[in-house]
């Protein structure tokens, strides 16, 4: 697969430096989709503010319940790049075991690695998102249940952004980061 919007490369000009450096944590290296981001510094500089939040703790989703939102939306999406970069940084941090990322990858809410009710839910309503930009009366219900409104809020616009985020790096084929892993990696169907 070819890239389409080349990532910049250093020696960057002040302005990237600075965005790259507020993009990423102090001493890591930015990561390509950051890199092809910054071909258009207006987009990055606006978007730079949500995205923040959505990986912050001020959001109200726990790390575990914001990472399968991710993890699941970016595999529906076909998005091996930024499943990948989430699968390598925080799966492990957010207790997501092999089995449940297969599960992520290539399964569903009902494979046996999913004893809890509140990770089922996620995956149903990442999937009826995916599925019809919308969620249904009595998923709905049942997630109103175990999720407050603000968290309801943060679970719509967490799977709408990375919709977003996965049709930017599928669309310019952004390469995937060296060392992250691949949907090749995940082996198999999870067990029901």
Known sequence: MTTRVDPVCPPYPPQVA?????????GVP?????????????????MSGWGSYELSKRLSLSMRDREIIIDRTCA????????????????????????????LTKGDAS????????????IEAADALHDSADIGEDLWHQLARLF??????????LAGWYHAISF?????????????????????????
């Open 18 to 26: 600075e965005r790259l450096g507020a993009m990423m944590p102090p």
């Open 30 to 46: 930015p990561i390509l989709l950051f890199r092809t981001f910054v071909r258009n510094l207006p987009m990055t500089a606006a």
């Open 76 to 103: 529906r999406c076909g998005c091996e790049y930024e499943w990948g970069v989430h699968v390598a940084f925080f799966a492990e941090r957010a207790g997501l075991s092999s089995e449940q990322i297969t599960s």
């Open 111 to 122: 494979d046996s690695c999913w004893a809890d009710e509140r990770d089922r839910l996620l």
């Open 148 to 157: 407050s409104e603000e968290q309801l809020l943060d679970l719509l616009m």
């Open 168 to 192: 930017t790096a599928n669309g310019a084929r952004v390469a995937c980061e060296d060392g992250s892993p691949r949907f090749a990696d995940v082996q198999g169907a999870p067990g029901k």
